[in-house]
Every structure is written in C-alpha cells, then in structure tokens.
C-alpha cells in the first residue's frame, strides 16, 4: 500500500524558512521522479518542484525558483523540501508525489506564511 506522509509545516513570518519532510512507502522510491506540489484552498494542486530518479534533474515553479531547494534520500525513502524566504502566497497545504502524481495523495502539511 502505498503511503506518502508529509510533516514539517507551520506558521512562519514572511521572510522565515521552513523544511518539510516526506517518508514514502509502499513502491520503489529510489525508481520514482518525486515532486512537490501545494493547494491553496479554492484552488487545484499546483506544481511546485520535482527531483528526478535517474540523472536527479531539478525542475522549480517559477514562483519558487531560488527560494526553494528539493532533495531526496533515497536510503530514506524520503524527499524534502528547504524552503527560504516565504511569502505570504506561499502559504498552502504542501504535498509531496510522484510526478506525475498518482491519484492518492498523503494528508499534507499545512505552510501559513504571515505578513
């Protein structure tokens, strides 16, 4: 079965950092382009970056790029996310999954960025 399980949210000032974690379980991790994406409510998922499983290519969301770091560890099974200098409009629900995603996704992690 498979499990995805986010942690590492909160509430932050603009400006502040955050990193989030993702323990994946339940199919071969290490064989899997990994992303991150994030749901504003109202609003479908959006991309925000992925980690490729062979050459470990980094693709960022323009809104994200040089603000965010994605990282994985495959003997972990487990894909982060630094994220730096947040904005308001970063707050959201962030998820991690494949990418493209399967039809499941994991409970989340809520990021509240104050102004």
């Known amino acids: 079965q498979v499990q995805l399980v986010e942690s590492g949210g909160g509430l932050v000032q603009a400006g502040g950092s955050l990193r989030l974690s993702c323990v994946a379980s339940g199919f071969a991790f290490s064989t899997k382009t990994m992303g991150w994406f994030r749901q504003a409510p109202g609003k479908e998922h959006e991309f925000v970056a992925h980690i490729a499983w062979v050459t470990n290519t980094i693709v960022y969301a323009d809104s994200v790029k040089g603000r965010f770091t994605i990282s994985r560890d495959n003997a972990k099974s487990t894909l982060y996310l630094q994220m730096d200098a947040l904005k308001p409009e970063d707050t959201a629900v962030y998820y991690c999954?494949?990418?493209?995603?399967?039809?499941?996704w994991g409970q989340g992690t809520q990021v509240t960025v104050s102004s």
């Open positions: 999954n494949t990418n493209p995603p399967r039809p499941s």
